[in-house]
């Protein structure tokens, strides 16, 4: 089934790059294109084979999202997001799992950070609260929230049940949209702030990361968490350097520098820059080949991955996006002021990447976790 959902990536691809401008434009992916990704699956890879997801490896979903990536750099980050949104199915109960994800049509989304307030109700929890970065919300099923529980007096308390911080899925009518997404790449993801004003959410159908224990064990449970979201954005930078490296060497044969006779790929430089830039992207997505895959043989003996993978799979994901920001600088500098006109596919893959690697799972500053563990400081692993 892995094979198939990215042997649809490649055939949907060149259409989906070929509406690019529109992409942006709209702000979100259009609803045709969600439309013709979603009976792939590639919108909820990680929901498991017992509420009909996939069936794939780790491996595998970040291959379709670095192929989505490659033709959109907004269509790969949705397709991202959703996908680690949906391991929450194997969290939930049997009658929400069943809700949310039993669809082989649902999309899920939201942000996991505590932004909201949520008091215990009655048969489960009244939530208010306001949060940025929805990536894909417009088009989704189900959208969640991170929240922190509170007394009637708005101060953080415990539960009788111990909830703390749990991860609560919305009714789409509960949810207000608010247009904060004007950004300089990325454009097409939609990742919009939305809020909800004392949203009734039934008991249980929510998830405490971290803490819950997974009631339909599978390879991805025992996977890295945070590894697998950080991998999914890596994989979208990756595609984009992927693509930034194609667009300059097809430049590169037509353009003729000002003064020139002779076109850009006949320079030395430009031979160096696509030799380099090519080695630079292959080799970072090999180091995220190989601890991904050495992870999920952890997974599949049933064994939650341990501090050393999850340090690698954190630093070959940071690594990963990081690359693909410098091969797409060094394309954009290559093309020179052809790639500073809007029309440029270059020009938006650099405005892309370099939104992608302020995402905090894979900013710069992710190196020093991993970094700290080498030198054998103490360090909270919980961040990995």
């Given at each position: 089934?892995?094979?198939?959902?990215?042997?649809?990536?490649?055939?949907?691809?060149?259409?989906?790059a070929e509406r690019g401008n529109e992409i942006e434009q709209a702000g979100t992916l259009p609803l045709d294109i969600v439309d013709a990704i979603r009976p792939s699956q590639a919108f909820r890879m990680y929901v498991p084979?017992?509420?009909?997801?996939?069936?794939?490896?780790?491996?595998?979903?970040?291959?379709?999202?670095?192929?989505?990536?490659?033709?959109?750099?907004?269509?790969?980050?949705?397709?991202?997001?959703?996908?680690?949104?949906?391991?929450?199915?194997?969290?939930?109960?049997?009658?929400?799992?069943?809700?949310?994800?039993?669809?082989?049509?649902?999309?899920?989304?939201?942000?996991?950070?505590?932004?909201?307030?949520?008091?215990?109700?009655?048969?489960?929890?009244?939530?208010?609260?306001?949060?940025?970065?929805?990536?894909?919300?417009?088009?989704?099923?189900?959208?969640?929230?991170?929240?922190?529980?509170?007394?009637?007096?708005?101060?953080?308390?415990?539960?009788?049940?111990?909830?703390?911080?749990?991860?609560?899925?919305?009714?789409?009518?509960?949810?207000?949209?608010?247009?904060?997404w004007d950004v300089s790449g990325l454009s097409g993801t939609g990742s919009l702030d939305y809020s909800t004003d004392e949203a009734f959410v039934p008991q249980g159908r929510w998830v405490q990361f971290g803490r819950d224990?997974?009631?339909?064990?599978?390879?991805?449970?025992?996977?890295?968490?945070?590894?697998?979201?950080?991998?999914?954005?890596?994989?979208?930078?990756?595609?984009?350097?992927?693509?930034?490296?194609?667009?300059?060497?097809?430049?590169?044969?037509?353009?003729?520098?000002?003064?020139?006779?002779?076109?850009?790929?006949?320079?030395?430089?430009?031979?160096?820059?696509?030799?380099?830039?090519?080695?630079?992207?292959?080799?970072?997505?090999?180091?995220?080949?190989?601890?991904?895959?050495?992870?999920?043989?952890?997974?599949?003996?049933?064994?939650?991955?341990?501090?050393?993978?999850?340090?690698?799979?954190?630093?070959?994901?940071?690594?990963?996006?990081?690359?693909?920001?410098?091969?797409?600088?060094?394309?954009?500098?290559?093309?020179?002021?052809?790639?500073?006109?809007?029309?440029?596919?270059?020009?938006?893959?650099?405005?892309?990447?370099?939104?992608?690697?302020?995402?905090?799972?894979?900013?710069?500053?992710?190196?020093?976790?991993?970094?700290?563990?080498?030198?054998?400081?103490?360090?909270?692993?919980?961040?990995?």
């Amino acid at each position: 089934m892995g094979n198939s959902i990215l042997e649809e990536a490649r055939r949907l691809g060149p259409w989906i790059a070929e509406r690019g401008n529109e992409i942006e434009q709209a702000g979100t992916l259009p609803l045709d294109i969600v439309d013709a990704i979603r009976p792939s699956q590639a919108f909820r890879m990680y929901v498991p084979p017992s509420l009909g997801g996939p069936g794939i490896s780790a491996w595998e979903g970040l291959q379709v999202i670095e192929e989505y990536g490659y033709h959109d750099g907004s269509a790969g980050w949705s397709v991202a997001i959703s996908s680690t949104s949906s391991v929450a199915a194997s969290y939930l109960s049997d009658e929400y799992a069943q809700a949310i994800f039993g669809d082989p049509m649902s999309i899920t989304g939201g942000f996991v950070g505590p932004m909201g307030r949520a008091r215990q109700v009655d048969g489960g929890l009244r939530v208010t609260g306001r949060w940025s970065w929805g990536s894909g919300t417009k088009h989704c099923t189900w959208i969640g929230g991170g929240c922190i529980i509170v007394d009637q007096d708005g101060n953080p308390t415990v539960g009788d049940d111990g909830l703390m911080a749990p991860y609560v899925l919305f009714d789409i009518e509960d949810v207000q949209f608010i247009d904060t997404w004007d950004v300089s790449g990325l454009s097409g993801t939609g990742s919009l702030d939305y809020s909800t004003d004392e949203a009734f959410v039934p008991q249980g159908r929510w998830v405490q990361f971290g803490r819950d224990l997974p009631k339909r064990e599978n390879p991805f449970t025992n996977f890295s968490l945070f590894g697998i979201l950080a991998l999914g954005i890596a994989s979208t930078a990756a595609g984009i350097g992927r693509r930034a490296i194609d667009e300059l060497v097809e430049l590169a044969g037509a353009k003729k520098p000002q003064g020139s006779s002779r076109p850009l790929a006949d320079r030395m430089t430009i031979q160096h820059d696509v030799g380099r830039a090519e080695a630079m992207m292959r080799s970072a997505w090999v180091f995220v080949e190989d601890t991904v895959e050495a992870a999920w043989a952890n997974a599949l003996e049933g064994k939650p991955a341990d501090a050393e993978q999850k340090r690698l799979l954190r630093l070959a994901a940071t690594h990963a996006t990081q690359t693909a920001a410098e091969v797409t600088q060094m394309m954009y500098l290559a093309a020179g002021g052809a790639a500073v006109y809007k029309t440029s596919p270059i020009q938006r893959c650099f405005r892309d990447v370099f939104v992608a690697t302020q995402h905090a799972m894979i900013a710069p500053r992710t190196y020093e976790a991993p970094g700290r563990i080498k030198l054998g400081l103490d360090t909270d692993v919980r961040q990995l």
